[in-house]
């Protein structure tokens, strides 16, 4: 699709709109190799006040996806071919530049992985928080510091205003998270986007912030979507999951059902090489293989040369998302109900 080309204006939300859909999503990246098709159709939404968690392994596509409804892709040798990405009723994909960066920071902000290069080392954490005010809303320096100390409370960092004065690297992994949230929180967005925001911290720690995480979008009835590889931390968290494979999703559901009775062989392979305190001593069963280039996804269905479950027909027929498993379920597998059936 030409990006270029003028779109008719979008119709105006209906009040039962999601707050943002993206429907048929699809990105290219043009390398020296050849193109790699890193988002192929993705369609999700998310509604307020709810979490989405978007899982797959690394290069599955659930970054640059965040990415491109973020509006932050590398353009080139990232591009847009199709699709549609609507936020409060708006297809952003047609919104001027400044339009979009003037809702971004302000209706939807990112959370990174890495907050210690994603915060000014030489300025401290409380100046940082109060710019956003002072950029933004106009604050005074004095109404900006005040605003930063809240929010520094808000996130649960002890004693909030003897510690604004402190630079990152004088707080630990997990606090240095607690002031990425509250950056993102600063302007009150109705979507936050947490890409990996708990992977470089240790488990304990990763608990205490996806619990603030989860709290705060409650709070505040947001919409959450986490983007992660490890489907253990997203249990207690997300309302719903959708699973991403060579540049699709593959599976999608309720969180409580998706764990309960998985209805694609990936995503019965992710739940099975999550350790289990029950089974002490025995082998992880890790899915065989790597996940495919980008550049050269199998034919079929991009899995079957790691599925347990491969028959002649994968190798041939790309699985549509089958609707039908169940409510608010959908599954890229030619055997969903097979699979179903074995539990
Ligand atoms: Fe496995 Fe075939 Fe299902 Fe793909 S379509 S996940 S290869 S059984």
Redesign the pocket.
Same mark, same amino acid.
């Given at each position: 699709m030409n990006r270029t080309q003028p779109r008719p204006p979008s119709p105006p939300p209906s009040p039962e709109a999601p707050l943002l859909a993206v429907r048929d999503l699809r990105v290219e990246f043009r390398t020296r190799d050849g193109v790699a098709q890193a988002v192929n159709g993705v369609s999700f939404g998310v509604s307020a006040g709810e979490t989405l968690a978007v899982l797959g392994e690394s290069g599955s596509g659930k970054s640059v996806t965040a990415q491109a409804v973020m509006g932050i892709l590398d353009t080139p040798p990232g591009r847009i071919t199709g699709g549609e990405i609507r936020f409060e009723g708006r297809d952003l994909l047609t919104l001027p530049a400044e339009e979009r960066r003037k809702i971004r920071g302000a209706r939807m902000a990112m959370i990174f992985q890495d907050a210690l290069s994603s915060l000014n080392p030489v300025l401290s954490v409380g100046y940082q928080l109060g710019e956003m005010f002072r950029v933004h809303r106009g604050a005074s320096r004095k109404e900006a510091r005040a605003k930063a100390v809240e929010l520094m409370d808000r996130v649960r960092i002890p004693a909030a205003r003897a510690r604004a004065g402190d630079y990152p690297h004088q707080f630990s992994g997990g606090m240095r998270q607690r002031i990425m949230i509250a950056m993102a929180l600063a302007l009150e967005p109705r979507l936050i986007i947490a890409d990996e925001p708990t992977t470089a911290l240790d488990v304990t720690v990763q608990a205490q912030v996806m619990e603030l995480l989860a709290d705060l979008r409650r709070e505040y009835r947001m919409g959450l979507i986490l983007i992660t590889h490890d489907l253990g931390v997203v249990a207690d968290v997300a309302d719903e999951i959708a699973v991403m494979y060579a540049g699709r999703i593959?599976e999608t559901a309720p969180v409580g059902e998706l764990y309960r009775a998985p209805a *694609?062989?990936?995503t019965k392979g992710l739940l099975d090489s999550i350790p289990r305190l029950d089974q002490k001593g025995q082998r992880l069963n890790a899915i065989k293989g790597l996940p495919p280039s980008l550049l050269s996804v199998p034919p %079929? &269905? %991009? $899995?079957?040369p790691r &599925? =347990?479950?491969?028959?002649p027909? &994968?190798?041939t027929?790309e =699985?549509p998302l089958y609707g039908e498993v169940g409510p608010g379920r959908a599954s890229? &597998? *030619? $055997?969903?109900k097979e699979?179903l059936d074995e539990r």
């Open positions: 593959v *694609h062989p990936y %079929g &269905c %991009g $899995f079957h &599925c =347990p479950m491969a028959r027909v &994968c190798r027929d =699985p890229a &597998c *030619h $055997f969903w699979l």
